[in-house]
């Protein structure tokens, strides 16, 4: 693949310093598929470096009250914001995301990350017990575990690993970050701002590279006794592995095949537009987006109709287009994997309804070589059929009819995942009850992704391992330890 003229060079960031590496890998621009930027290889011995500042820096970061800590995530909140435009444009070309998400999701909420936990962490209070007839006080305390690896996936790349930075140091951890090889560059960007911030040299280190090296490498290291993860199953798998000899503390964060399921007396004006947004937003490629659509068979040739001329209204192409509502794919191989999926499910019988390979794709010249696809929905589906069991992460939904609550509930639970679900109905006792009863970390109802950062967020089954938000990432970030006093 030819190389764009002027290629962007990734350094390491280790204890306050930019750091070259021995060796890169290429990044690609999704939308040109043109190499763009080069992304240290880093191995164990710049995850050693990076360790070994973040363990120097711990006492000092550690020993800092919650306040003064909470002033310099402010500040780099602050920073971030006011460089908001240059994230976001970095974002669409690294990620391939539309500028307008980058803009409006993306930056804006790594923003509020770092707003969130400089004040969730002035709020925390331990807990305290009294034993009269022992003349005894019980009574608990929180510490900042120590060096925290963070490892992070490319869907929402700043978004997702600040979640993580946030929490980690606001707790008074030190931390070793490792972004994903593919979209590395606005974590290198946020970097340059730390110094400013008032963030200690060493306090957050970022070695770039691949997961298999630079990734296990940290996983593996035996000063790191936690590691915060979010990406695939499979990935997580291979991390708990290789964590278990250390017995260490893991968070993860990882796929789903998150069901919506639409009762006949959903208000339709409401759900399509949503529905439409939690299966397309950032082509697909958000965990928490809608890949199967169970609606109720009374509703279901109009839904599926008005679903489908909607769909056909999203605008695919350049990213950097404001008008454009769908952008790249993060890669090649990603987008050849989602649409073997759309081949799969016609080769079993389904209907295309629109999208990959039924409408054609106009692309302007530049773009021609980009990783596009257009939105696509798949009617008639088996629910054995990979497609509904398997994450495709791309834009692609599959709509399906049902007849009774208690059959959707079965169905909508039938697969190994457990992460998101939205129900859409105005009949409120049975929201409740299908709330309830739904295999999922989140239940949304008559809406999608309105999140309230204090409450838990993560999987079921094999969408993860513990949760995140104010009090659980409070919880995860630190160790407890319980005190008697006799007096
Ligand atoms: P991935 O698992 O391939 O990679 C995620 C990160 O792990 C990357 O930084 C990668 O370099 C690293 N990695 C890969 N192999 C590793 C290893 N052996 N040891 C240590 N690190 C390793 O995932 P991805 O393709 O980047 O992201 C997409 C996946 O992430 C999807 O499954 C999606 O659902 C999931 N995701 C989950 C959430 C959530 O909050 N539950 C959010 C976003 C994405």
């Given at each position: 693949?030819?190389?764009?003229?002027?290629?962007?060079?990734?350094?390491?960031?280790?204890?306050?310093?930019?750091?070259?590496?021995?060796?890169?890998?290429?990044?690609?621009?999704?939308?040109?598929?043109?190499?763009y930027?080069?992304?240290?290889?880093?191995?164990?011995?710049?995850?050693?470096a990076?360790?070994?500042?973040?363990?120097?820096?711990?006492?000092?970061?550690?020993?800092?009250?919650p306040?003064?800590?909470?002033?310099?995530?402010?500040?780099?909140?602050?920073l971030?914001?006011?460089?908001?435009?240059?994230?976001?444009q970095?974002?669409?070309?690294?990620?391939?995301?539309t500028?307008?998400?980058?803009?409006?999701?993306?930056?804006?909420?790594?923003?509020?990350?770092?707003?969130?936990?400089?004040?969730?962490?002035?709020?925390h209070?331990?807990?305290?017990?009294?034993?009269?007839?022992?003349?005894?006080?019980?009574?608990?305390?929180?510490?900042?575990?120590?060096?925290?690896?963070?490892?992070?996936?490319?869907?929402?790349?700043?978004?997702?690993?600040?979640?993580k930075?946030?929490?980690?140091?606001?707790?008074?951890?030190?931390?070793?970050?490792?972004?994903?090889?593919?979209?590395?560059?606005?974590?290198?960007?946020?970097?340059?701002?730390?110094?400013?911030?008032?963030?200690p040299?060493?306090?957050?280190?970022?070695?770039f590279?691949?997961?298999?090296?630079?990734?296990?490498?940290?996983?593996?290291?035996?000063?790191?006794?936690?590691?915060?993860?979010?990406?695939?199953?499979?990935?997580?798998?291979?991390?708990?592995?290789?964590?278990?000899?250390?017995?260490?503390?893991l968070s993860?964060?990882?796929?789903?095949?998150?069901?919506?399921?639409?009762?006949?007396?959903?208000?339709l004006?409401?759900?399509?537009?949503?529905?439409?947004?939690?299966?397309?937003?950032?082509?697909?490629?958000?965990?928490?987006?809608?890949?199967?659509?169970?609606?109720?068979?009374?509703?279901?040739?109009?839904?599926?109709k008005?679903?489908?001329?909607?769909?056909?209204?999203?605008?695919?192409?350049?990213?950097?287009?404001?008008?454009?509502?769908?952008?790249?794919?993060?890669?090649?191989?990603h987008?050849?994997?989602?649409?073997?999926?759309?081949?799969?499910?016609?080769?079993?019988?389904?209907?295309?309804l629109?999208?990959e390979?039924?409408d054609?794709?106009?692309?302007?010249?530049?773009?021609?070589?980009?990783?596009?696809?257009?939105?696509?929905?798949?009617?008639?589906?088996?629910?054995?059929?990979?497609?509904?069991?398997?994450?495709?992460?791309?834009?692609?939904?599959c709509?399906?009819?049902?007849?009774?609550?208690?059959?959707?509930?079965e169905?909508?639970?039938?697969?190994?995942?457990?992460?998101?679900?939205?129900?859409?109905?105005?009949?409120?006792?049975?929201?409740?009850?299908?709330?309830?009863r739904?295999?999922?970390?989140?239940?949304?109802?008559?809406?999608?992704?309105v999140?309230?950062?204090?409450l838990?967020?993560?999987?079921?089954?094999?969408?993860?391992?513990?949760?995140?938000?104010?009090?659980?990432?409070?919880?995860f970030?630190?160790?407890?330890?319980?005190?008697?006093?006799?007096h």
């Amino acid at each position: 693949m030819a190389h764009s003229k002027a290629v962007l060079v990734l350094e390491n960031f280790i204890a306050g310093n930019f750091v070259p590496c021995s060796s890169y890998i290429d990044s690609y621009n999704p939308s040109t598929g043109d190499v763009y930027c080069r992304v240290p290889d880093s191995g164990k011995e710049e995850v050693e470096a990076a360790v070994k500042a973040a363990k120097n820096a711990f006492p000092i970061w550690s020993s800092k009250s919650p306040l003064e800590r909470s002033q310099i995530l402010n500040k780099l909140a602050d920073l971030i914001e006011h460089d908001l435009e240059a994230f976001a444009q970095a974002e669409s070309k690294d990620q391939g995301k539309t500028i307008t998400f980058a803009r409006t999701v993306d930056i804006p909420r790594a923003v509020y990350n770092f707003r969130f936990f400089a004040s969730s962490i002035l709020h925390h209070t331990t807990e305290c017990t009294e034993m009269a007839t022992m003349g005894c006080v019980h009574y608990t305390s929180r510490a900042p575990v120590g060096v925290a690896g963070l490892i992070s996936p490319w869907n929402l790349p700043l978004y997702l690993l600040t979640w993580k930075i946030a929490p980690a140091i606001a707790c008074g951890n030190t931390v070793v970050a490792k972004p994903s090889e593919m979209t590395s560059v606005t974590a290198w960007m946020m970097c340059k701002l730390l110094e400013k911030a008032g963030v200690p040299h060493g306090v957050v280190n970022v070695v770039f590279g691949m997961g298999t090296k630079a990734g296990e490498a940290l996983v593996c290291h035996p000063d790191v006794p936690l590691i915060s993860f979010t990406g695939s199953t499979l990935t997580a798998q291979r991390i708990t592995e290789k964590s278990a000899p250390h017995c260490k503390r893991l968070s993860l964060e990882l796929g789903g095949k998150n069901p919506a399921i639409i009762f006949d007396d959903a208000d339709l004006a409401q759900c399509i537009p949503t529905t439409l947004r939690s299966s397309f937003a950032n082509q697909g490629e958000i965990c928490l987006c809608t890949s199967r659509i169970f609606v109720q068979r009374g509703i279901y040739s109009e839904f599926l109709k008005r679903f489908v001329a909607e769909a056909k209204k999203w605008k695919v192409g350049n990213p950097s287009d404001p008008t454009v509502d769908v952008g790249a794919l993060i890669s090649k191989e990603h987008l050849e994997k989602v649409r073997s999926y759309v081949k799969k499910a016609q080769a079993e019988g389904a209907r295309v309804l629109c999208g990959e390979g039924v409408d054609s794709l106009a692309l302007p010249a530049g773009n021609r070589k980009g990783y596009f696809m257009l939105p696509t929905v798949i009617a008639e589906v088996k629910d054995e059929s990979c497609c509904m069991q398997e994450e495709i992460f791309g834009p692609v939904t599959c709509v399906v009819a049902f007849d009774t609550e208690e059959e959707v509930i079965e169905r909508a639970n039938s697969v190994k995942y457990g992460l998101a679900a939205t129900v859409w109905s105005s009949n409120v006792g049975r929201v409740h009850r299908v709330a309830k009863r739904l295999q999922s970390g989140l239940v949304w109802t008559n809406c999608w992704l309105v999140r309230d950062l204090n409450l838990p967020f993560g999987g079921m089954k094999a969408s993860g391992v513990g949760r995140e938000g104010a009090k659980d990432s409070y919880e995860f970030f630190t160790e407890v330890k319980t005190i008697t006093i006799k007096h």
